[in-house]
């Protein structure tokens, strides 16, 4: 019987220790794994804010440059404006100064139309005399000729 008691006490006795010295390894195992995903959400809290913190950043250079853009562009705008407010000007001017140019001119050429209906008439005159020499006999053109030079 001392030999059933002893080895039962023996079992028992290395069940408990089977039982409690992984137990202490698991323990420190979960602990561990504990402390790792503690450290791993606290790096992931740090990087997420890090990011948000460079985002902001970046947000802020884009919104500088979109400002930086909105002056040039206003800028450039008020040039433009500036610019073709001088075009009208300058066709306003020009347009009646021209018209009245031409008017002149058309004015001026009333006032002589006789003369040039005249000398259009005399051009007229000389090239039927030129055909009418030239249809001559030649002696006629010799004292045509003569005419006219004398």
């Known amino acids: 019987m001392k030999n059933n008691t002893i080895k039962q006490f023996l079992v028992r006795f290395s069940l ?50 979109f400002e930086q853009v909105d002056k040039r562009f206003e800028s450039v705008q008020s040039q433009m404006d500036g610019r073709f407010n001088q075009m009208m000007w300058f066709i ?25 209906f005249e000398i259009s008439r005399k051009s007229i005159e000389a090239e039927d005399m030129i055909t009418a020499i030239n249809k ?9 000729k003569e005419a006219l030079k004398g």
Do not use: C
């Not at 979960?30 to 402390?35: G, K, M, Q, W, Y």
């Not at 995903?37 to 250079?61: A, H």
């Not at 021209?98 to 003369?115: E, I, K, P, T």
């Not at 001559?136 to 045509?144: G, M, Q, S």
């Open 16 to 65: 408990l220790l089977a039982i409690s010295l992984p137990s202490g390894a698991v323990y420190s195992a979960e602990s561990d794994i504990l402390r790792e995903i503690k450290s791993l959400r606290e790096d992931t809290i740090r990087e997420i804010k890090n990011l948000r913190e460079d985002m902001n950043k970046r947000f802020e250079q884009v919104d500088k440059r």
């Open 92 to 116: 306003g001017i020009w347009i009646p100064l021209s018209m009245a140019v031409v008017g002149y001119m058309l004015q001026r050429l009333n006032r002589h139309d006789d003369r040039f």
């Open 136 to 144: 001559a006999k030649p002696e006629t053109r010799k004292r045509l």
